[in-house]
């Protein structure tokens, strides 16, 4: 069983920058690949980044890439998302994920709000 928990979330103008983090329960993160999705109101859940176990390898939906950088802290259990130049579409609650062998494992959010 893994448990994340998100958090780092808030209200920040176009432009700025926040960082969320997302730490993990139990012996199994520094083997997991970790992801972050959104989901703005009305809209599905959509990726936003990933990052191997190992750190040494992210991808970046189109969107965020360039601005939202990830990575990962494994002795803290930690992956983090930066996110800088925010834009007003950027608005979503946001959740971490844990892929465990063929099992995921999501957080509970957290809801970032840019206004312009």
């Known amino acids: 069983q893994v448990q994340l928990v998100e958090s780092g979330g808030g209200l920040v103008q176009a432009g700025g920058s926040l960082r969320l983090s997302c730490a993990a329960s139990?012996?199994?993160?520094?083997?997991?690949?970790m992801g972050w999705f959104r989901q703005a109101p009305g809209k599905e859940r959509e990726f936003v980044a990933r990052i191997s176990s190992s750190g040494h390898n992210t991808y970046y939906a189109d969107s965020v890439k360039g601005r939202f950088p990830i990575s990962r802290d494994n002795a803290k259990n930690t992956v983090y998302l930066q996110m800088n130049s925010l834009k007003p579409e950027d608005t979503a609650v946001y959740y971490c994920?844990?892929?465990?062998?063929?099992?995921?494992?999501w957080g509970q959010g957290t809801q970032v709000t840019v206004s312009s």
């Open positions: 994920k844990a892929r465990v062998g063929v099992q995921d494992y």
């Open positions: 139990g012996r199994t993160f520094s083997s997991s690949a």
